[in-house]
């Protein structure tokens, strides 16, 4: 079994989506700590709701990056942890702490990196006209959102959008695709090669997404 923790800093709908893949009899690993930045995080209920481990590891009680990551990596390795899925965790973490775990730190970010990496990216989205936005689990590096893609789901932009609407249609595509990256690491399916990633035996989808998809 494969000892997974899940940072987060809010609501948690991810981490629930990590949580469920878990109980699956077929995914080799259980979430073995979920820690919050934020001692209020809905996510931290949704944990011990499911009788997951919890710490709240509050950054603002912390005198620099370097002391709250170290923190971190304590309790991680306290929790017997192996890997680390960053779920809606929104603080940066040191490049000492993101090399220490290099290729077992996985992140979600709510669009199709490279492309708007960081903050408010579904305004940016909306803002630039693009059609086609989605979302992207990768591994991660020090530079933000970035790294090795393990998967992406391509999600339709619509005309009447605002950042709330495409935010609700990417974040179902991202319960999707993070519990099924979770699962292809814990198979041991996943192998980091030249700063891309190889899945083993893995179906490749076949079809376009066209949008507009007709006049
Ligand atoms: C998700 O949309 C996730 O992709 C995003 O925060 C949300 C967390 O929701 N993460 C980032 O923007 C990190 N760059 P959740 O707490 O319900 O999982």
Request: glycine share 6%; charged share 20%; net charge neutral.
């Amino acid at each position: 079994m494969m000892r997974v923790a899940v940072f987060i800093s809010g609501r948690g709908t991810n981490l629930q989506a990590l949580i469920n893949v878990c109980a699956e009899e077929d995914t080799p690993a259980e979430i073995g700590l979920v820690v919050s930045n934020r001692p209020d995080a809905q996510g931290l209920r949704r944990a011990a709701a499911a009788g997951v481990p919890t710490v709240a590891i509050d950054h603002t009680t912390y005198d620099s990056r370097a002391s709250f990551d170290a923190a971190l990596d304590a309790a991680v390795r306290r929790a017997r942890c192996s890997t680390i899925c960053l779920a809606g965790f929104m603080r940066v973490l040191t490049g000492d702490f993101m090399r220490a775990w290099r290729d077992r730190i996985l992140n979600i970010h709510p669009s199709l990196l490279p492309s708007f990496p960081g903050l408010n990216c579904h305004a940016r989205v909306i803002e630039a006209g693009v059609t086609i936005s989605g979302c992207t689990v990768h591994f991660a590096r020090p530079e933000l959102d970035s790294g090795p893609i393990v998967l992406q789901a391509a999600v339709p932009v619509l005309p009447d959008d605002d950042a709330g609407t495409l935010a609700a249609r990417i974040l179902e595509a991202e319960h999707r695709i993070y519990p099924m990256a979770l699962k292809l690491v814990a198979q041991g399916r996943v192998r980091v090669v030249s700063e891309r990633v190889r899945i083993h035996d893995a179906a490749m989808a076949g079809d376009v997404l066209v949008n507009p998809a007709g006049v």
